[in-house]
């Protein structure tokens, strides 16, 4: 009797990941809302992040001032005007863009570091440590984070670099919640129990069997934590912790703009509008992340 080859076990596995995430997309895909703000969010890094290229074309800066020309409504030649000192607007908020969804990356990355590192050994490990790492998450808890991270760029500094880590560092704790809960249900799953079986180590386990399987929703949290960095990065510099003079921030670009909003509207309209799209781009990119991702519908 003719027997019929099962393929390998591995073979299987890749093509089950490989359709997930193709279903997985084509949802994303099918989401008009959803993928219009993925099209609008690249479009903006890529803008944003191409600045010092367009101030090079044009042979304008967001520094070079002009206090004869002082403040002028848009323009052909400025065309979002200038600030009170002739600083050309467009580059200015193109530059602020750049700070501004650079720091919510950046700050995410270091929050997405931490908050899984931590969240997926407390759920692996268990019992005491799990208890002690998630008591030390209770007290940062209740700490005001803002005034954790006023804290942090006083005592380190004002520059753009600690920003990324001070911000960073106290937006981890909800991920590492968010991880331990997935790890402690995926833990006591029959593939982790072959793997220990086959005598793989504990850290082969969690970053090449558990990792894989908390992806999905580290990137809906991460979505949706870069808007609330952005904006936690806006509210600092509208103290004046942000990003200091004569770079700027969407932040403090609205903060200067609010100071004069009723002589010079332009100021404030201009980077409020781009700011606001930016979010309002990224939450509907994390809910639609987050019905594509879902494994209740993992088949369409």
């Not at 323009?75 to 467009?90: E, M, Q, V």
Request: aromatic letters at 12%.
């Amino acid at each position: 009797m003719e027997t019929t080859e099962m393929p390998p076990v591995d073979a299987l596995l890749e093509e089950e990941t490989h359709s997930l995430w193709q279903d997985a997309w084509f949802r994303l895909r099918s989401n008009k809302l959803a993928f219009a703000g993925m099209i609008f969010f690249l479009l903006m890094v890529v803008i944003c992040f191409s600045s010092p290229l367009i101030a090079w074309i044009t042979g304008l800066s967001y520094e070079e001032q002009n206090l004869d020309l002082g403040a002028t409504p848009p323009s052909w030649s400025h065309w979002l005007g200038t600030d009170d000192l002739g600083r050309d607007l467009l580059i200015r908020v193109l530059y602020g863009g750049m700070v501004s969804i650079g720091v919510g990356v950046a700050a995410t990355c270091v929050s997405i570091t931490i908050g899984v590192s931590y969240g997926s050994v407390a759920g692996y490990f268990g019992k005491k440590v799990d208890a002690i790492m998630m008591r030390i998450v209770d007290i940062l808890y209740s700490l005001p984070f803002i005034i954790f991270v006023v804290l942090l760029t006083v005592y380190f500094g004002r520059n753009i670099f600690l920003l990324f880590v001070a911000i960073g560092c106290v937006e981890w704790l909800t991920l590492s919640r968010i991880v331990r809960g997935q790890v402690l249900h995926l833990k006591v799953q029959q593939f982790v129990e072959v793997a220990l079986t086959l005598g793989s180590k504990k850290i082969d386990i969690i970053i090449k069997h558990l990792f894989p399987n908390v992806l999905g929703p580290v990137i809906i949290y991460s979505t949706l934590t870069v808007p609330g960095v952005m904006l936690l990065e806006s509210a600092l510099s509208f103290l004046g912790l942000g990003v200091q003079p004569p770079m700027s921030s969407w932040g403090s670009l609205i903060k200067e703009g609010a100071e004069k909003m009723e002589i010079y509207p332009w100021l404030l309209i201009f980077p409020a509008f781009l700011f606001s799209a930016t979010l309002f781009s990224l939450n509907f990119l994390g809910d639609g992340l987050r019905d594509a991702l879902d494994p209740k519908d993992s088949r369409r």
